[in-house]
């Protein structure tokens, strides 16, 4: 398997730790501040990331041209992108924002056309629009449509998340050296731990339930650590506007975990919003390289 279809099969994996991580995030918030839940989560992945890394790979040392793009990417990654995600999970349903960060692709694809020229094919910016279809039609079967509705607070919030992100993945995608996807995941969570060490004297700190230990536990090590080393190195071998769109498994994932762990019932709108959103990822990963010659040659 080459680097590309690995990183495809890899960022699939990915959208599933991430994809659960909505659930283990609203369980955490309702006991700990969301501030403090990402900094808690950060602190377990940098300790194992460092450990890692200085008996694997001690002679990695990140370039002095590239230390502040690594620490600004840390900023927007880690600890802008948390404040608002952490925060609009509390606001709003863990599904709910899922769905609302699934318009990370179609900022993307504006972004990488605007800042840096990307030419858009016919059949990525057709992915993009089915996403953003199948995103409105699930939005559009839950309750906090209206702009006035109790959760506006938490789904604008998750769309400042989205901005975030997609500024995360232009910063980090380009580094002048040559570094290996665990040095810049250990020093971007370290930077962001730093960032988001005044929480420990703005939050009321008591002591989490077991059943909060464990889904912090699982954000630090499956999230924070092993999903953002594979994300790194995707986005080295797919590019942000591919990978991105992968995000849009995010909210597929969420909807039937709830559905499995919380016996949360599924509509028929996400079930239609979610193939549309499935049918745009795609359009943008494979679209290109897909003919029917090929299909007929694969069954």
């Not at 802008?80 to 318009?103: D, G, M, P, Q, R």
């Not at 094919?121 to 839950?142: D, H, M, N, V």
């Not at 580094?175 to 665990?182: A, D, L, T, V």
Request: aromatic share 14%; charged share 15%; proline share 2%.
């Amino acid at each position: 398997m080459n680097n590309k279809k690995s990183a495809n099969v890899l960022a699939i994996l990915i959208m599933i730790m991430w994809g659960l991580s909505y659930l283990s995030t609203k369980v955490v918030v309702n006991e700990v501040e969301p501030l403090l839940c990402a900094f808690y989560r950060f602190v377990i992945s940098t300790i194992i990331l460092f450990v890692i890394l200085k008996v694997k790979y001690p002679e990695e040392k990140i370039l002095k041209e590239d230390r502040f793009r690594l620490i600004f990417g840390a900023f927007l990654g880690v600890t802008l992108y948390f404040f608002f995600e952490n925060y609009s999970i509390k606001y709003t349903s863990a599904s709910n924002v899922s769905i609302l960060l699934s318009a990370i692709p179609v900022f993307t694809l504006i972004s990488q056309r605007i800042i840096f020229k990307e030419k858009l094919t016919l059949k990525k910016l057709a992915g993009a629009i089915l996403s953003a279809i199948g995103i409105i039609i699930i939005i559009a079967s839950k309750d906090k449509v209206s702009l006035f509705s109790k959760g506006t607070l938490g789904d604008l919030m998750a769309i400042a998340a989205s901005v975030c992100w997609v500024a995360y993945n232009m910063v980090t995608c380009k580094f002048k050296g040559n570094y290996k996807s665990i040095t810049i995941t250990a020093y971007q969570s370290l930077w962001g731990c730093i960032f988001l060490s005044p929480s420990l004297f703005l939050s009321h700190i008591t002591i989490p339930s077991v059943k909060v230990i464990l889904n912090t536990v699982y954000l630090g090590v499956f999230c924070s650590c092993i999903a953002y080393v594979l994300y790194v190195y995707c986005l080295e071998h797919l590019g942000p506007t591919v990978l991105t769109t992968y995000i849009n498994l995010q909210p597929i994932v969420s909807v039937v975990s709830a559905w499995i762990l919380l016996s949360e019932k599924i509509t028929i709108y996400q079930v239609a919003g979610s193939g549309i959103i499935i049918i745009g990822v795609f359009l943008v990963s494979y679209g290109n390289k897909f003919s029917m010659k090929k299909f007929k040659e694969m069954v």
